[in-house]
């Protein structure tokens, strides 16, 4: 079974979660203890990436130490072509369809596809869209973020995503975003595309995480949340909160 096909069966099932673990906030070692903690916890595959200081060295190191835990997926969620590991299961292959550089909609996938093509590693393709305030990664990727308020433009970027043959939509608030994606926005891009729709950034909260699901998202990303010394209790309520709503 490919790591799409094995989301897609735990997406039939309900909405899923998803651990985001950034290789540079963290060594190795601990990367793989919060990667165990949260497979333990119940969340369906592990992510790795960041949109700052991620190196072939820390990547690869990360995703070494995090193979050796779980049994999980391990997924790179890539910020470009520079460094891309052989020690993950799969790669998202995502464009980001709001920016204004073409670096970032598709030159960087141009010279990062023959390195994939060559490690064999699996492809997962997403249309990748920064809504406000976009953080971080809305800055560094030259985004024309999408206002909390416009939903057809969401809505029109969501759907041009499904209609390029893209397997999946990311909704992305930024990560420590104050606010995550607007529920109507979710909702309403949910009812639109045909293909699973991940949303992500500033979902600190079994709350926020309820209403996420509720709103139709079937896949839900937290990262910064695994940054504190003390997650364990708050992913538990977080994870616990999404697979209770389905
Ligand atoms: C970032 O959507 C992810 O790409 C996670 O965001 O760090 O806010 O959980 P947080």
Do not use: W
Not at 6 to 34: C, V, W
Not at 144 to 156: N, P, Q
């Amino acid at each position: 079974m490919t790591v799409k096909e094995y989301l897609l069966e735990k997406m039939s099932h309900g909405t899923i979660h998803m651990t985001l673990i950034d290789p540079a906030k963290q060594p190795p070692e601990l990367a793989a203890r919060i990667a165990a903690d949260a497979e333990e916890l119940g969340t369906t595959a592990i992510m790795i990436g960041g949109s700052t200081d991620v190196t072939q060295e820390n990547l690869d190191k990360t995703a070494l130490a995090i193979k050796d835990e779980v049994k999980v997926p391990l997924i790179y969620f890539p910020s470009g072509a520079n460094a891309i590991s052989p020690h993950c299961d799969a790669i998202y292959f995502m464009s980001m369809l709001n920016s204004r550089d073409p670096q970032m909609i598709i030159r960087e996938q141009a010279r990062g596809a023959p390195i994939i093509k060559k490690l064999g590693l699996e492809p997962i393709s997403m249309g990748y869209i920064i809504i406000e305030p976009g953080m971080k990664v809305g800055e560094v990727g030259k985004a024309d973020v999408i206002k909390r308020f416009d939903i057809d433009e969401a809505l029109s970027y969501a759907l041009a995503a499904d209609l390029l043959g893209m397997s999946m939509v990311y909704l992305e608030a930024g990560s420590g975003a104050d606010r995550p994606v607007p529920l109507e926005m979710i909702s309403k891009v949910r009812d639109t595309i045909s293909v699973p729709l991940i949303v992500g950034g500033g979902i600190k909260s079994a709350d926020i995480a309820t209403k996420i699901v509720r709103a139709g998202a079937n896949a839900v990303v937290t990262g910064t949340v695994v940054e504190s010394d003390s997650f364990r209790e708050s992913l538990r309520e977080i994870i616990t909160s999404i697979r209770s709503c389905t």
